[in-house]
């Protein structure tokens, strides 16, 4: 007789990589997970995980196993969507992971905004600038800036906004080092650097008329804090080059300007990253096309 707990709790361990990260997930024994693997392994009548004291391994029949599995427990997952999504509000937990600049700067308001409107959410944001494994640590979404593509891998990826990076410096030091006319003349100026990973950088920029140079430097401060970066740059300690949504406020009021406006700093992507359609509740779906339908408005590059 099929169990379908033997399915889910065999997807646990295989997603989580062995059975303890799979019990402290589950917020259960380990013992009790290793009895409905060792009881699906019996009926099978076939070795699906290797166990050891040092290493967890899946066969392959274990892997040919997983994938089944894993759209067995979708559908489950889907039916009850389906189900959910009939109720007249949204209920439940969202777990999203993002950089510190987007949470800061990008998706703040539009967070506040959608639990607002919906009271039942709960949503757990997990802010860190490492790259995290969405199905390993049960995350619903991500959102992630990048230069390049992202690579290609099982995870859903889709657009929400452009972005370029722009030079910022306060009017105080400017006037005390003199107005960049050129990109090299970047070279005599002090500056600050988005990460700290490695200590030194370069400026890869970019003209309106398509010119490209690349500038090195060694700023005087690195922070993965993009706040730091600005009030530094504020209080007049040098050049730093941020996405331009997060100057708005210090360009109207005039504690920064751009430096070489004529020039961009990069053009990067957010993506919104989740690890599969099928079987979202309703309340991942509808989260995700909230950041869809609006992010791009708040922090994208205007149209030309």
């Not at 998706?107 to 969405?134: G, M, R, S, W, Y």
């Not at 452009?162 to 003199?178: E, I, M, Q």
């Not at 109207?252 to 993506?271: F, I, M």
Request: net charge neutral; with cysteine.
């Amino acid at each position: 007789m099929i169990d379908l707990n033997d399915y889910f709790y065999f997807v646990h361990v295989v997603e989580k990589q062995g059975f303890s990260p799979a019990a402290r997930a589950l917020d259960m024994p380990k013992s009790r997970l290793s009895r409905h693997v060792s009881r699906l392994e019996e009926r099978l009548d076939t070795r699906l995980i290797q166990r050891s004291s040092r290493q967890f391994n899946v066969t392959e029949a274990g892997q040919v196993f997983y994938q089944h599995a894993r759209a067995v427990i979708e559908e489950m997952e889907a039916a009850e969507a389906a189900i959910q999504s009939r109720k007249a509000s949204l209920s439940g937990r969202v777990t999203m992971s993002c950089s510190v600049g987007v949470a800061q700067f990008a998706i703040q308001d539009l967070v506040v905004d959608f639990l607002a409107k919906h009271p039942k959410v709960e949503l757990v944001q997990q802010v860190t600038n490492q790259t995290i494994d969405l199905v390993s640590s049960g995350i619903d979404m991500a959102i992630r800036g990048h230069l390049d593509a992202l690579p290609d891998s099982a995870l859903i990826q889709r657009h929400l906004a452009s972005v370029s990076w722009h030079l910022f410096a306060s009017p105080d030091y400017l006037t005390r080092t003199g107005t960049p006319k050129s990109p090299y003349d970047l070279l005599k100026r002090h500056s600050l650097k988005v990460g700290w990973q490695p200590v030194t950088g370069h400026w890869s920029l970019e003209h309106t008329d398509g010119l490209k140079t690349t500038i090195p430097f060694s700023p005087q401060l690195c922070s993965d804090d993009m706040t730091t970066l600005k009030q530094a740059a504020a209080k007049g300690l040098g050049i730093v080059s941020l996405p331009a949504y997060t100057c708005r406020d210090e360009l109207n009021d005039g504690s920064l300007v751009r430096v070489l406006p004529e020039w961009v700093a990069g053009k990067a992507q957010l993506s919104l990253v989740t690890p599969t359609r099928r079987g979202q509740s309703p309340t991942v779906r509808e989260l995700a096309n909230h950041l869809l339908n609006n992010l791009n408005a708040r922090v994208g590059d205007p149209p030309r």
